[in-house]
């Protein structure tokens, strides 16, 4: 056997040995296992009819706002892509509460990123500048100072 090339004479030998051999370094061999099964029957299902109930109320509250409804008018269900459009977190896959208050926290933060926009800026300027104007104008002090006065008059000799 010593007449062959010393890949051969490796063929001889178990995984170990040919790795300890041909590496002048030390490897552990680690084997990993990969599941077949779908990725469906990976997740457990929610049971729970009340956990049911108030995550079906969270996706409602959501669905009612003005950002989803905008969404759904600009962006039809078959051009949704999952990392750039928000997605309704699934109700029926177990999550710790944790993480589901986590995800519909999130979902509905990217839905305000649709909100329509809120007043036209005149609409805006027009009630800022009675604001202004109110905030210009000076204060009567008389009120604090009286009630300063009415306080602090126990204490004076």
Request: proline share 10%; hydrophobic share 25%; charged share 30%.
């Amino acid at each position: 056997m010593e007449h062959l090339p010393r890949e051969w004479q490796m063929l001889g030998r178990n995984r170990k040995e040919q790795c300890e051999e041909s590496l002048p370094w030390r490897v552990e061999m680690v084997s990993v296992g990969v599941s077949t099964e779908p990725c469906h029957a990976r997740w457990k299902v929610e049971t729970d009819e009340t956990v049911l109930q108030r995550r079906q109320k969270q996706i409602d509250y959501g669905k009612r706002t003005p950002g989803y409804q905008c969404f759904l008018q600009q962006v039809p269900k078959a051009q949704r892509q999952p990392g750039l459009h928000p997605q309704t977190p699934n109700k029926n896959r177990r999550y710790s509460r944790r993480s589901w208050d986590a995800q519909i926290r999130q979902w509905r933060k990217a839905l305000h990123s649709w909100d329509p926009p809120s007043q036209p800026l005149q609409g805006r300027r027009a009630e800022g500048q009675g604001m202004e104007t109110r905030l210009l104008e000076p204060m009567d002090s008389n009120p604090l100072d009286d009630l300063l006065d009415d306080w602090l008059q126990p204490l004076k000799p």
